[in-house]
């Protein structure tokens, strides 16, 4: 997984906290977006997880901090549930603008209901999926209820929750009292997934029946049997990602690319996407680009590094083919590598001096219980490995239409 820290303003101006998790390729089928629980943050180990189960299987996920909480601007105290799903939005729009609007939305706890609500407001968004989720908004009160007369008096309290100080105002009261969540399921089409756990002592389990009744089909449900409500073991959390994965596919009908294969040793294919292009042999695909320097992504090695490395693990491995006939102490090896061009008179027998030629240059370290002519011998058998004596024979290159 490769994770990308950003950053937007919602729609009161304030700079919002964001992570973007991409697949290893960097290329990513479709963008999920993930609403955290109440007084969380993006970096609550089960989002991280449950993150990390959907990039794996091409789906990069936007994970924020909301208003107040984590890296954001704000005042927490001066949030309530709908600047939450303002948030949502915002981080929406700025997937839409940077990247690719968000299909997917995930919800844990109140994020869930959050989930629901942005569901109805972003129309990219075609699949929700909560865990541990309220059937309405105003189930978190339970967490103050031994202060909601202060709040009604004087306006505010300040409450522990999870061992920090939070100061909650009438106005998160008022703004969770007056959200409908059966009613908004009653007006969305989208397919839903609730996870929740027969265990879950924050929000029974009552609370998924209710929100799978509300909903319309198709619609499903995973019960998360002996998890508890923040998903702490991590087997719990890498489930749900993996579940959602499988699960969203159906629904988000992402623009799959047929997959590359070749009756040849290897197949490269490049789109619109720049300069990333993929490459495959056999079973195994990596994927080359150039540096944000030459306008690229950076998704990959160059081709000129994908040389370098071609011609550094074939030295490589044949030291090891080598050492290992000779059942000679080599514990490591470490080769550094570099290609650049020079004149062509600065080289011996050279007829033409405006010419440049191609220079690589290895470095190898040698790691081992080894003499200095054990050293000698195993440097000269890396140059005779195959891939080295290729760029020391003349080549030639046919291009042909296929």
């Known amino acids: 997984m490769y994770s990308k820290k950003v950053s937007f303003k919602n729609k009161h101006g304030l700079q919002l906290s964001g992570k973007i998790d991409f697949p290893i390729d960097k290329k990513p089928l479709s963008y999920a977006l993930f609403a955290h629980f109440f007084t969380g943050n993006k970096n609550f180990t089960a989002v991280r997880n449950i993150s990390r189960s959907l ?102 309290a300040v409450i522990e929750i999870g061992g920090r100080p939070f100061t909650i105002k009438k106005q998160f009261l008022e703004d969770i009292n007056s959200k409908n969540l059966p009613e908004i399921l009653s007006e969305i089409r989208k397919p839903i997934l609730v996870f929740h756990s027969p265990q879950d002592k924050v929000v029974a389990v009552k609370n998924a029946r209710e929100i799978y009744a509300a909903a ?32 969203a596919n159906r629904y988000i009908n992402p623009d799959i690319t047929k997959e590359l294969s070749t009756d040849k040793s290897v197949v490269v294919r490049i789109g619109t996407e720049k300069y990333t292009t993929e490459i495959v042999a056999r079973n195994h695909t990596i994927v080359a680009d150039e540096p944000k320097k030459f306008d690229g992504k950076d998704a990959g090695m160059s081709p000129y590094e994908l040389l ?80 080295h004596k290729t760029l020391e024979n003349t080549i030639t290159i046919e291009s042909l239409l296929r």
């Open 55 to 156: 990039t794996q299987n091409q789906i990069a996920v936007m994970r924020i901090d909301f208003t107040g909480l984590g890296k954001s601007e704000g005042d927490f105290e001066d949030t309530n549930f709908t600047t939450n799903i303002e948030d949502l939005v915002a981080a929406a729009e700025f997937l839409q603008t940077n990247f690719q609007a968000p299909k997917i939305i995930i919800g844990h706890s109140l994020g869930g209901a959050a989930a629901i609500f942005t569901a109805k407001e972003v129309s990219s968004i075609q699949a929700i999926a909560t865990i541990g989720a309220p059937a309405n908004p105003c189930h978190v009160s339970h967490l103050f209820s031994e202060h909601l007369e202060d709040i009604e008096i004087d306006g505010e």
């Open 308 to 387: 370098l490395s071609s011609l550094g693990s074939c030295t490589a491995i044949t030291i090891r083919m080598f050492a290992d006939a000779k059942k000679w102490d080599l514990k490591e090896v470490l080769i550094h590598l570099e290609h650049f061009k020079q004149h062509a008179n600065d080289a011996e027998n050279c007829m033409d001096g405006n010419a440049k030629i191609d220079r690589f240059v290895k470095e190898i370290v040698l790691k081992g219980d080894l003499t200095l002519e054990q050293k000698k011998t195993l440097l000269q058998a890396g140059n005779q490995s195959p891939v």
């Open 216 to 247: 319309h089909h198709p619609k499903s449900f995973i019960s998360l049997d002996g998890a508890n409500h923040l998903l702490t073991n991590k087997d719990d959390s890498y489930y749900v990602g993996k579940v959602i994965s499988s699960w």
